[in-house]
């Protein structure tokens, strides 16, 4: 099973930038969508941001659409979410997440594989 560890996260002021990385184990992260999610206190896991397998969609969250944006660099087996103009309610844990092979963005929770352990982001106002 893959291990994925993220990074990146932190404490900003509203209107500052974050840029999160998770990088992953094993030989077939190329064949896999990738995604970032996220919870704040008392809220359910929400979807953030995806990549399909191929690099070439992606999906946003309406919240952050125009504001975050991922990527993805195979060689180095790591997923990126920069996260522009962050605001107070952008406030949680976010998760890395290893999606379904050979997958597009949209993928839902549900279809997830692997999650990593979370990294903290705290923008305050």
């Known amino acids: 099973q893959v291990q994925l560890v993220e990074s990146g996260g932190g404490l900003v002021q509203t209107g500052g930038s974050l840029k999160l990385s998770c990088g992953a184990s094993g030989r077939t992260f190329s064949d896999y969508a990738m995604g970032w999610f996220r919870q704040a206190p008392g809220k359910e896991r929400e979807k953030v941001a995806a990549i399909s397998w191929t690099d070439r969609t992606t999906t946003y969250a309406d919240s952050v659409k125009g504001r975050f944006t991922i990527a993805r660099d195979n060689t180095k087996k790591t997923v990126y979410l920069q996260m522009n103009s962050l605001k107070p309610e952008d406030t949680a844990v976010y998760y890395c997440?290893?999606?379904?092979?050979?997958?597009?963005?949209?993928?839902?929770?549900?279809?997830?594989?692997?999650w990593g352990q979370g990294t903290q982001v705290t923008v305050s106002s």
């Open positions: 997440a290893q999606g379904p092979p050979y997958g597009s963005s949209n993928y839902q929770i549900s279809d997830v594989k692997s």
